[in-house]
């Protein structure tokens, strides 16, 4: 199978070649034109096809030869997990599944099966409203809550999502991330970094530097058993009784982890220069500050100058800063994001996360780091992102996450109003507010222009700048007509994978 080569990167349109056998199978494309003049080459062929399904059918799966689809993460072997799982025949569920799980393994210093998360599932053709799988705000309450451990929620929220519309068995769905646990994976530059900020980190992984390879044979183990048991050998059988090493303390958490459900709900929606934007409940700030940016009325032609760049900054900080400045904790959370999209023009989104780096420090005889109880952090600012255009079925549509309103602001503005490709959109520098301070971006990959620097600086006074925050994460997918784009930041230091 042939592409599009006419472009390099991830911002390369990821379209089908020319052929008649696979443009037929698109609905988004200049379709009129072709079938007039093939109608009888289609004709012919679906006859043939029939004939030969008839006689030769034997119950096998499609052939997934003309399928194709994105996958986008924190880290290049888990997006490239998630793009072979498609070409198993998975969808963006399985697939967005098996990436998540990888990460769990591949960045514990910002997400794990300790911690929570938010999905978004949606399916365009469909045009339903997207639901939203929640396994980070019911995870912090009762026996859990007193001894300050957040409930190991993430398995179970994906594997309720894998039951709700996967595709493939479960077990080859977690299967990659087994080996990769077990045989080792190549430790980043940012997990060997946060190690070797802490010397309990070093405890739990020992002396680790960028390019080293990692074994976590307990994880690979307890992911063996729920491939092939399911999650419920964490939650109810025998891997929940291995959890701690304090009996007693297990025996008080042991009925709220056996009766432990994520919530499932619809996803509200807004308008935003002609386009529906969908988003968790809770984020009832992100509806102001959109329609704040509405407001503005700046035109596709004005949006890229310095003083549309001022105007909609303004905006978006005076929009959000005094519902954060009035929270007593800014959360310190870690999180990262997995993106898919599939033929079937299915769009994921799986936001997970912890309330602080590497969780409570603390590694569960199961293999996994438990993650913090923390009233002031419940991982609500995790949010997944999905848009489509209101009338254009085949207009620009997208996907991605973060746990910022101010940089999903920026984002929904870059690619929606100002019409950049996701690559230059998820590349552009930001603004923020981080745990103790207001983040201006100011590295070599990503600075922003003195001038909009210098204004920032008058808007958020110097004093309350931060200068050494994590730089925040954001991958996504998006679609125009049948030309699917796909980007994982590089500050996340992962690559996006597509075929």
Not at 4 to 26: A, D, I, Q, V
Request: with cysteine; proline share 4%.
């Amino acid at each position: 199978m042939r592409y599009n080569n006419s472009c390099s990167g991830e911002e390369c349109p990821l379209t089908k070649s020319r052929s008649y056998k696979y443009t037929l199978t698109m609905y988004c494309g200049d379709g009129l034109k072709f079938i007039i003049s093939c109608f009888t080459i289609l004709t012919i062929s679906i006859t043939t096809t029939l004939i030969l399904q008839i006689l030769y059918a034997d119950g096998s799966p499609q052939n997934t030869a003309g399928i194709h689809g994105a996958v986008a993460t924190d880290y290049t072997n888990c997006s490239q997990i998630g793009t072979k799982i498609l070409r198993k025949g998975g969808n963006a569920i399985d697939a967005a599944v098996a990436a998540t799980i990888c990460m769990t393994v591949v960045a514990p210093h910002k997400t794990g099966l300790g911690g929570g998360g938010y999905m978004m599932l949606y399916n365009h053709k469909e045009q339903t409203e997207p639901i939203i799988i929640d396994f980070a705000n019911n995870t912090i309450k009762d026996n859990f809550l007193q001894d300050g451990i957040r409930i190991p929620a993430v398995l179970r929220g994906l594997e309720y999502a894998h039951t709700l519309k996967g595709k493939l068995p479960w077990s080859e769905i977690v299967k990659p991330s087994v080996s990769l646990a077990k045989e080792g994976f190549v430790v980043s530059k940012e997990l060997a970094s946060e190690v070797s900020k802490n010397i309990d980190y070093e405890i739990l992984y020992g002396h680790i530097s960028a390019g080293d390879i990692l074994k976590l044979h307990d994880l690979s183990n307890l992911l063996n058993a729920v491939g092939l048991e399911g999650t419920n050998v964490l939650y109810n059988g025998t891997f929940s009784q291995k959890l701690l090493h304090d009996r007693i303390k297990l025996s008080k958490l042991l009925p709220q982890l056996v009766n432990y459900k994520p919530d499932v709900y619809i996803a509200k929606k807004s308008s935003f220069y002609k386009h529906v934007i969908y988003y968790p409940p809770h984020m009832s700030l992100l509806k102001s500050m959109i329609a704040a940016l509405e407001d503005l009325n700046i035109s596709t032609d004005n949006a890229s100058i310095v003083g549309a760049d001022m105007q909609v900054a303004k905006t978006l900080i005076n929009s959000v800063s005094m519902p954060l400045q009035l929270k007593q904790h800014v959360e310190e959370e870690r999180y990262t994001g997995v993106v898919a999209m599939d033929w079937e023009d299915t769009y994921v989104c799986i936001i997970t996360g912890l309330g602080a780096p590497f969780g409570l420090g603390y590694m569960s005889t199961v293999g996994f780091l438990l993650d913090k109880a923390d009233t002031n952090n419940t991982l609500s600012m995790l949010v997944p992102i999905i848009f489509h255009n209101e009338k254009a079925l085949c207009g620009l549509r997208g996907v991605f996450g973060t746990d910022d309103t101010l940089i999903i602001g920026q984002l929904l503005y870059s690619i929606i109003v100002r019409q950049l490709n996701v690559s230059e959109a998820i590349e552009y520098p930001r603004y923020y507010f981080s745990s103790d301070g207001f983040v201006i971006e100011n590295d070599p990959k990503h600075s922003i222009d003195t001038l909009i620097r210098n204004q920032l600086n008058l808007i958020v006074p110097a004093p309350h700048l931060k200068t050494d925050s994590v730089l925040k994460s954001v991958n996504a997918i998006i679609k125009r007509k049948d030309l699917m784009s796909s980007h994982s930041d590089s500050r996340g230091g992962g690559l996006a994978s597509r075929f």
